[in-house]
């Protein structure tokens, strides 16, 4: 094994969190795609484009100026000079994100962008829904991240409302199967193949996953 460090999975499963605590580790930079997508419908926004207007927001995205931090402990996200670190984790946006993920033109610019950065700095983790797939199949290290679907459930409740009470997760719930639903759209990302190992943190501590993953790329 060895880097980058290539990680895909679900929102919930546990693997920003992974990711990140893998490269502070490892002394890793690290690379999280997820929020170049948050941008890229940040971009649009900003911009006034109609998300549903592809060739707006792919004129738009091949044009964002964003600055991508790679250390993990600094993650500050700069798209048009502004800090939009904040603005990306808003719900309004987390809702309308799979929209412009859906956009092959815009996937392809920031693909571009991301194989680009790794390219330039191969001691890295980078998290995703495709990069074990379609941006870096051939990083030595490749892994997948599940979990059960009341884990994630749980998660995304105790991150998104502070609770996992009966009411929290109902209104959780229907957020993450909604995004779920729009992000199957956005094809095979999640697909085992050969090379990826997946982890089923479902049971895990956050530490047993990263001790596991670090095990992995140094094995
Ligand atoms: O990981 P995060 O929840 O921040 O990702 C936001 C959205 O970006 C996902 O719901 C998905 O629609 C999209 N995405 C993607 N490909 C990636 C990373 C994220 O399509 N590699």
């Not at 929102?11 to 990140?20: D, E, L, M, P």
């Not at 309308?96 to 610019?109: D, K, P």
């Not at 199949?137 to 991240?145: F, M, S």
Request: hydrophobic share 45%; aromatic share 2%; charged share 25%.
């Amino acid at each position: 094994a060895g880097y980058p460090i290539a990680i895909d999975g679900p929102s919930g499963s546990g693997k920003s969190t992974v990711s990140r605590q893998v490269a502070r580790e490892l002394g890793l930079r690290y690379l999280d795609t997820g929020a170049m997508y948050r941008a890229a419908a940040w971009a649009a926004q900003r911009a006034g484009v109609e998300l549903t207007d592809e060739p707006a927001v792919t004129a738009v995205v091949r044009a964002m100026k964003l600055e991508m931090p790679l250390d993990p402990d600094q993650q500050v996200i700069s798209c048009e000079g502004e800090d939009i670190t904040a603005a990306i984790r808003a719900p309004e946006l987390s809702r309308v994100v799979s929209q412009v993920a859906v956009n092959l033109e815009v996937r392809a610019e920031l693909i571009a962008r991301q194989r680009a950065i790794i390219a330039a700095h191969p001691d890295i983790v980078v998290e995703g829904r495709d990069i074990t797939s379609v941006v870096a199949p051939d990083a030595p290290t490749k892994i997948l991240l599940t979990a059960s679907e009341a884990t994630r459930l749980a998660r995304r409740a105790r991150e998104v409302r502070g609770s996992v009470a009966p009411a929290a997760l109902a209104a959780t719930r229907a957020e993450v199967s909604e995004r779920d639903a729009k992000d199957s759209t956005v094809a095979s990302f999640l697909e085992d193949r050969d090379g990826v190992v997946t982890i089923d943190s479902s049971q895990m501590s956050i530490a047993d996953v990263v001790a596991a993953v670090r095990a992995l790329a140094q094995g």
